[in-house]
């Protein structure tokens, strides 16, 4: 069974989502919003106590993140909260997703929070309430404290254990303003990239410890959920969630081996985290792919899965593109085998398929030589819809990352990204109609920030930042969602 609370019952898709006025009308009570991380944003990296994160000590490493570029400063959002949420109110965004700092509240990791710390993300709160917006606090997106890496990371069991503690600080910090929480997000990425193929932090390479990281973001997960259940008002009607990057996984051609290899990355892509938090068991054939590396007994201990499987209230979903997967072969290489759109790397991030072969599908590409494809999104959608009845679902991170300049006139163009944001909405509605319980959209990312190892390069924000001055200017994209939210629809047809 789901393991889902159930929302209360004045639903958001209390609404029409079809009209006869040319438009795509979404639910009322919908969330519209943009997202951000942390380390992308914030700046700020030795005041108030905050300590180095795994992101820190990275990016300061030669040779991780191109140009060298590091998020000591990122968009200064630390210093200037105050005016991007008056920015955001300026959109007409009704809610704001944001992640803090674990390394700012709890330096190393352990014990008391500093005071100063949690000062800044109940300043930014009150801010965001005062305009009307809603909070939705993300306790972990990638900046693990140093000091827990040395410890042994998230290959660590222990490090499960720190991440509760640290959720009870939180909730008993913010408890009394935010409703809306999401435990981790992307833990693939965090497993994968930080111990797989070692192109996120903390960069190692090493395919048992990624399956033990999957395993324990897992717990630490189900640690969270508790400690959140425990430290917040009876009264709040606290939200809780978790957010993955589901792979919408389909094979290059109908054969026997390129369906296997399908199977295989949606084993240790996607059902390695949906298993354990909606159904409370790792899948058997993901046991199998995997278990010459990993002893699944000794690593899952009595009790991790029912604490993974606590109920949750729903579950966030980010898209950017399609996975397309074929079996090893002729045509395979390590270059192809490599291609998978996370980051070049001599290691896999798809540990016990570490053969199979990804490829681009033809079409239009994002800046991130992403395939743009509002199709998959459909399909992840009415997917889980289909395997899980009645789960609520939130598109946390949706967006595109492109080749955006400052025109003579001081504007910012990007039709691309409306044409991404239309297609990918026109999608979510779809799916609603089809059955989905979607209650809200993220879009990634608010403004233009530190875009991990690819650094300052590459822009997905609906917001320029001219990091030189930091000077904010909305994109035509921006205009557009804000027209979008005003209607709580989009046309019918591209823009």
Same mark, same amino acid.
């Given at each position: ?197 070692? !192109?996120? =932090?903390? +960069? ?7 399956? #033990?990281?999957?395993? @324990?973001?897992?717990? $630490? /997960? ?102 397309? !997967?074929? =079996?090893? +072969? ?7 085998? #490599?291609?998978?759109? @996370?980051?070049?790397? $001599? /290691? ?104 991990? =190892?690819? +650094? ?40």
């Amino acid at each position: 069974m789901t393991a889902v609370h159930p929302l209360p019952a004045a639903s958001p898709r209390t609404g029409p989502v079809s009209a006869d006025d040319g438009l795509l009308h979404f639910p009322s009570g919908f969330l519209w919003g943009a997202a951000t991380a942390a380390y992308q944003i914030e700046g700020a990296a030795a005041e108030d106590g905050r300590t180095p994160s795994i992101w820190d000590t990275y990016s300061h490493t030669p040779g991780r993140v191109r140009n060298g570029d590091t998020g000591d400063i990122a968009a200064d959002h630390y210093h200037r909260y105050r005016d991007d949420v008056a920015l955001m109110s300026r959109l007409g965004l009704n809610s704001y997703r944001f992640s803090v700092s674990w390394s700012r509240v709890q330096p190393t990791g352990r014990g008391p929070a500093v005071e100063r710390g949690l000062d800044f993300y109940r300043r930014l709160t009150d801010e965001l309430l005062a305009a009307g917006i809603t909070p939705v606090a993300t306790l972990y997106h990638w900046d693990l404290p140093q000091e827990l890496e040395d410890a042994g990371g998230w290959p660590a069991r222990d490090t499960a254990e720190r991440f509760g503690e640290y959720a009870t600080l939180l909730g008993d910090a913010l408890g009394d303003r935010v409703r809306h929480w999401t435990t981790l997000n992307e833990p693939w990425c965090s497993a994968y990239l930080g111990y797989g193929s070692g !192109v996120h =932090a903390p +960069g190692r390479t090493d395919p048992t410890d990624a399956l #033990r990281a999957a395993h @324990h973001l897992n717990l $630490a /997960h189900g640690r969270a959920v508790a400690a959140l259940r425990s430290a917040l008002p009876a009264a709040s009607n606290a939200h809780l969630s978790i957010t993955l990057n589901l792979h919408a996984v389909r094979p290059l051609t109908g054969s026997d081996r390129d369906l296997d290899a399908a199977r295989r990355i949606d084993a240790v892509g996607n059902r390695v985290f949906l298993g354990p938090i909606l159904d409370g068991a790792y899948p058997a054939d993901l046991r199998q792919d995997t278990g010459h590396l990993v002893d699944w007994d000794e690593l899952v201990r009595p009790g991790d899965l029912a604490a993974i499987s606590a109920p949750i209230d729903v579950l966030g979903v980010n898209y950017y593109n399609p996975t397309v !997967v074929s =079996a090893s +072969g002729d045509q395979g290489s390590s270059r192809h085998a #490599r291609n998978d759109g @996370h980051g070049i790397s $001599a /290691h896999s991030p798809w540990p016990g398929s570490e053969d199979v072969m990804f490829h681009q599908p033809p079409g239009r590409l994002t800046a991130m030589n992403w395939s743009i494809d509002p199709s998959g999104l459909y399909d992840l959608l009415t997917g889980l819809t289909r395997d899980h009845p009645g789960l609520p679902l939130m598109i946390t991170e949706n967006g595109a990352a492109f080749d955006d300049y400052v025109n003579p006139e001081g504007e910012v163009r990007d039709p691309e990204r409306i044409a991404y944001i239309h297609g990918h909405l026109a999608a979510i509605h779809a799916a609603i109609r089809d059955g989905a319980d979607i209650r809200g959209y993220f879009l990634w990312s608010l403004m233009d920030n530190f875009e991990w =190892a690819y +650094g300052y390069g590459k822009r997905f924000g609906a917001v320029y930042v001219d990091y030189s001055t930091q000077r904010r200017i909305p994109k035509a994209s921006a205009h557009w969602y804000t027209e979008t939210i005003r209607r709580g629809a989009i046309s019918r047809s591209e823009p």
